[in-house]
């Protein structure tokens, strides 16, 4: 059974900077995409980040500059360095790792306010 597992979401003023990470495990098969979508209230769920097993990424253009993802393949882990946030970034942050179907983590909140 997959199990995909994320961590470090909080509150943080405007300006500063998170770091979520996530945890995939349980697949025979390899990940060859893990990342992240969010969800702000009221809107639908959008691409954030994401990167290949090989080490190519993807991001949302309002957030190119300031997120940085990586991961580790040997651990299946996934993290995401979030800097300059802003109030637009407060959003459920959800961790997806795919392998030939996607699993999903139970998502966690990033809010950033004053």
């Known amino acids: 059974q997959v199990q995909v597992v994320e961590s470090g979401g909080g509150l943080v003023q405007p300006g500063g900077s998170l770091r979520l990470s996530c945890a995939a495990s349980g697949s025979i098969f390899r990940f060859n995409y893990m990342g992240w979508y969010r969800q702000a209230q009221g809107k639908e769920r959008e691409l954030v980040a994401r990167i290949t097993i090989g080490g190519n990424t993807k991001y949302l253009e309002s957030v190119k500059g300031r997120f940085i993802i990586s991961r580790d393949n040997a651990n299946n882990l996934v993290y995401l360095q979030m800097n300059s946030l802003k109030p637009e970034d407060t959003a459920v942050y959800y961790c997806?790792?795919?392998?030939?179907?996607?699993?999903w983590g139970q998502g966690t909140q990033v809010t950033v306010s004053s």
């Open positions: 997806y790792a795919e392998a030939v179907t996607m699993y």
